[in-house]
């Protein structure tokens, strides 16, 4: 695939960024114009490796280098064909998949691997300037009804899939606007909502009716739902986040970080934000706790709000800077990440345990730290650690973001008014490869039944669910499968 001997004459190239201290004075996303030129290189680097194990690093099982090799020929319009085969929105995951798909690349056990993400991108923006991306309606309609509930990655792509199919599909939002995580969980910056905004006008074309401050449980009942449609999809993500619990925690400045982060994306979409609600940080200490990308977009938002300092601490021990035996190739290593946020002023601290939040007159000023080490565990047990005596500290702190992952779905509503069956994670209960709830005609999909993960494994979630909701409707489906490898991972 792609050149021969491409990977021997050029380097990765990925590209280029706006300086830290332009790119902060507003969201808009600040990459730099990556030639196709440039593109076509990258892609002659794709190996002709004998076994992709790529295949098996993307959730989509994406076909990465049969359009490697269409962009190295120049054929962009088949890449796009090739890409969308099995990726209903590469306009999201070529800008924040963490591209696990890069890990298994072949050529990064000799070399750093092929620039797959950005390839991806390239391909989807070339086929929107070009016109290639155009609303698929179907020709016949099957007269089944479905709904969809939630519109974030997975929702978007089973809505998309089961109208391909032919079922007449509506997708449900509580929120006011279309989009679910990649609307209100996911900074500008990162990801611009006009893409979004792109690709749900196509998807209206295509017959697709989308309703939103439509909250199932709420002012739409469970009842009418199950009484109008032939099936249902719950594609709500997992949404009640973790806390951390501590003497001070009611004073006023801690907040969860999707609270923050959504309420500056409304900010910057022209909302109108209550006084008595806001949170901007503007010339504050802000703590963001957990090192994930959550908590990093917390610190990129926190920057561009002129936040007077930044830090982020994480309760795990600082990762390795390379891969090691414990997750070598192609295994998805867990190595030091610094994103592009962390670039813009940030402080990082690992293995630090929060003891108490402090402050005064109900208000946030600071909080009580110490350093922790993390013991050995046993086999079969949970590790522990202990605190580092005379580690004890007090830092500034006017406002702390809790960024340490997500629980599961909420149940009080939709999911106990169906009275589903929820797993030993308080996920909702499916069968595997299947999606099917407790609930007849009603399947679960996304993080809503896996749990918390990334972009990707919803948007495979979502589709994979759509196969399985047609089968059950029409007894077979004609609708793309995952592709299954001869080889595994494990």
Not at 93 to 113: D, F, H, Q, W
Not at 163 to 192: C, Q
Not at 319 to 345: A, F, V
Not at 355 to 366: F, T
Request: aromatic letters at 8%.
């Amino acid at each position: 695939m792609g050149k021969p001997t491409g990977f021997m004459e050029y380097d990765r190239e990925l590209p280029q960024y706006k300086e830290p201290k332009e790119r902060i004075k507003d969201y808009a996303e600040f990459y730099l114009e990556f030639s196709s030129k440039k593109a076509e290189q990258q892609a002659a680097r794709c190996m002709d490796c004998g076994v992709p194990f790529c295949h098996n690093g993307c959730p989509l099982g994406n076909i990465i280098p049969e359009f490697n090799d269409a962009v190295y020929r120049q054929n962009w319009k088949q890449a796009y064909e090739i890409l969308s085969s099995t990726n209903n929105f590469p306009e999201f995951t070529g800008r924040i998949c963490p591209a696990p798909c890069e890990a298994s690349c072949v050529l990064g056990i000799i070399k750093p691997a092929v620039t797959i993400e950005n390839i991806e991108k390239s391909i989807i923006e070339r086929a929107y300037e070009h016109g290639w991306v155009t609303p698929m309606i179907p020709e016949v309609r099957t007269g089944k009804k479905v709904a969809v509930v939630g519109s974030g990655p997975s929702g978007l792509a089973c809505a998309a899939q089961l109208n391909k199919a032919g079922h007449s599909v509506t997708v449900f939002e509580r929120a006011d606007r279309i989009g679910g995580l990649l609307r209100y969980g996911i900074p500008d910056f990162k990801l611009g909502k006009k893409y979004i905004d792109r690709r749900v006008a196509i998807m209206e074309q295509e017959g697709i009716v989308f309703k939103t401050n439509a909250n199932v449980g709420g002012n739409i009942k469970v009842a009418d739902l199950l009484k109008e449609f032939d099936s249902i999809a719950l594609c709500g993500g997992s949404t009640i986040p973790r806390d951390l619990p501590a003497t001070g925690r009611e004073f006023k400045g801690v907040h969860f970080a999707m609270d923050f982060l959504r309420q500056n994306n409304k900010r910057v979409a022209g909302d109108t934000i209550a006084k008595d609600g806001e949170i901007f940080v503007k010339d504050a200490h802000v703590i963001v706790i957990g090192g994930g990308d959550t908590g990093s977009d917390c610190v990129g938002t926190s920057i561009r709000q002129g936040a007077k300092s930044v830090t982020q601490i994480e309760l795990m021990p600082k990762p390795k800077d390379e891969r090691g035996k414990e997750d070598c190739w192609p295994n998805w290593p867990n190595i030091l990440r610094t994103s592009t946020s962390h670039n813009e002023g940030c402080e990082r601290f690992w293995s630090i345990n929060t003891k108490e939040y402090l402050g005064e007159n109900g208000k946030l000023k600071s909080l009580k730290i110490c350093d922790i080490e993390w013991e050995k565990p046993e086999p079969g047990k949970r590790p522990n650690f202990k605190e580092v005596p005379g580690s004890e500290r007090i830092i500034p702190a006017d406002y702390i973001f809790l960024a340490m992952g997500f629980l599961n779905p909420q149940h009080e509503g939709m999911c106990d008014d169906l009275k589903l069956a929820y797993d030993e994670r308080g996920n909702v209960k499916a069968i595997e490869g299947e999606f099917k709830t407790s609930v007849d005609k009603v399947f679960a999909a996304g993080d809503m039944r896996r749990g918390q993960s990334l972009v990707v494994w919803a948007i495979s979630e979502g589709r994979e669910c759509a196969r399985a909701v047609d089968t059950f409707l029409m007894g077979s489906s004609q609708l793309e499968a995952k592709m299954t490898s001869r080889f595994s991972l494990k």
